[in-house]
């Protein structure tokens, strides 16, 4: 059993909701981007609980999507909420982490920023780019970035952690940019907010403006 797990078990039954930020995102920024194309298949990444594309600004779009997620605790709330899509446990992480299809979009579902090795984040970003639709697929990234007024108790200045092995990772604009090109994507759009903050801890529901500020990418794989 892996700390993820541990976390999903020890919230017990939770009024799940697909996170408004990310919807909106998709929504606004990725769907009716001139660079997306007709999208067909989805692979979602650290799902938890329940899809993104419940969400009532992306269940009109009837896609199904395959969730992916560590905890096998969470993938079995999935299946007890009859949640839409295909659920599956699976470590994004892992070499042998494999889809059987390409797909159109890949999404992260807040994982990345939860991957404080940076081992893990290129062994992440190799599976997207494994499973990606060469030239016309796109991968979708919501993460968080770090701004001057940022105050986070805990919070590593040296390593951009907060919250130890199993908390986030809160990057440096630059940083953020480095590692996606590094890994072989190209970016189409990078947009660091000024106005919207993420929460970079559990147990709290509103976001503070001492908080991580939002990072959100459109990436699309150009094979050499």
């Known amino acids: 059993m892996n700390s993820y797990d541990e ?9 799940w909701q697909p996170a408004d930020s990310l919807a909106s995102f998709l929504r606004t920024e990725v769907f009716e981007h001139s660079r997306v194309g007709d999208i067909k298949t989805v692979l979602e990444l650290g799902c938890g609980v329940g899809s993104v594309f ?12 395959v969730c992916v997620d560590i905890s096998e605790t969470a993938i079995t709330r999935a299946g007890e909420r009859k949640a839409s899509g295909e659920y599956m446990v699976a470590d994004a992480t892992s070499p042998e982490f494999f889809v059987p299809t390409m797909f159109d979009l890949i999404v992260d579902s807040h994982l990345f920023h ?5 081992s893990a984040r290129e062994a992440y970003l190799a599976n997207i780019i494994k499973h990606l639709k060469p030239e016309t697929g796109c991968f979708a990234l919501e993460t968080m970035v770090s701004h001057k007024k940022m105050d986070i108790p805990g919070f590593d200045k040296l390593t951009g952690i907060v919250g130890g092995e199993f908390g986030r990772k809160v990057f ?3 940083e953020l940019e480095q590692e996606l090109l590094k890994s072989g994507l190209r970016i189409e759009f990078l947009i660091f907010t000024s106005g919207l903050n993420i929460i970079p801890v559990s ?8 908080d991580p500020q939002i ?3 459109l990436c699309s794989f150009k094979p050499a």
């Open 7 to 15: 976390a999903y078990q020890k919230l017990g039954s939770i009024d």
């Open 54 to 65: 419940e969400s009532p600004e992306l269940s009109p779009l009837g896609l199904n999507p």
């Open 114 to 118: 939860c991957l404080t090795r940076p």
């Open 172 to 174: 440096e604009p630059l």
């Open 203 to 210: 147990g709290r529901d509103e976001a503070f403006i001492t």
């Open 215 to 217: 990072a959100r990418a």
